[in-house]
């Protein structure tokens, strides 16, 4: 298994593996093969994305947001599906503390591209009952 450091060859390489499962995934490959006409320009704009994400470099200048806004068939369960598969391919394909880096900056990153397309989370709130049950 090929465990890497968090680099930009490591990033082009998650990159590459988790787009190829994407385009064979279930419930996001419908959703991504009409969308994207270009995997390899795809990919390379998302290389970019992540290695600014990930390692402050400056080659990304798109839109995350609007990029989804365009698609109104994009739902809270596409989100589980592809934060799972990208947690399995960041441990393909990183060592532990570059998956886990990988792992944090999506979640964050896909709860505020929630919030934007109106599919916030499922609020598990503070814990604390509104309603006090039994006594
Ligand atoms: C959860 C974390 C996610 C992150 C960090 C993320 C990130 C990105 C980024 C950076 C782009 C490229 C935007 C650009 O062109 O500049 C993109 C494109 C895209 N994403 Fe996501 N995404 C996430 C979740 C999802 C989900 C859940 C879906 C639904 C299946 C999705 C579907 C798409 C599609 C279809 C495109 C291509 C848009 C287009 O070019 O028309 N993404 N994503």
Redesign the pocket.
């Given at each position: 298994m090929t465990v890497l450091p968090l680099n930009t060859a490591s990033i082009a390489l998650l990159v590459d593996r988790f787009y190829d499962k994407v385009q064979k995934h279930p419930t996001?490959g419908p959703?991504?093969n009409p969308?994207?006409h270009d995997w390899t320009e795809?990919k390379e704009?998302?290389v970019a994305?992540w290695s600014q994400v990930a390692l402050g470099e400056r080659g990304?200048n798109?839109?995350?947001m609007s990029?989804?806004q365009?698609?109104n068939t994009?739902r809270a369960a596409?989100?589980d599906d592809?934060?799972a598969l990208?947690r399995e391919t960041t441990r393909e394909v990183l060592d532990e503390d570059g998956a886990a880096k990988m792992i944090d900056f999506?979640e964050r990153?896909?709860r505020s591209?929630r919030y934007g397309l109106g599919i916030p989370m499922q609020g598990r709130g503070l814990g604390i009952p509104l309603v006090s049950v039994g006594k």
């Open positions: 996001l959703v991504f969308a994207v795809h704009t998302l994305f990304y798109g839109s995350p990029a989804h365009k698609h994009i596409h989100f592809w934060l990208w999506a990153i896909g591209l």
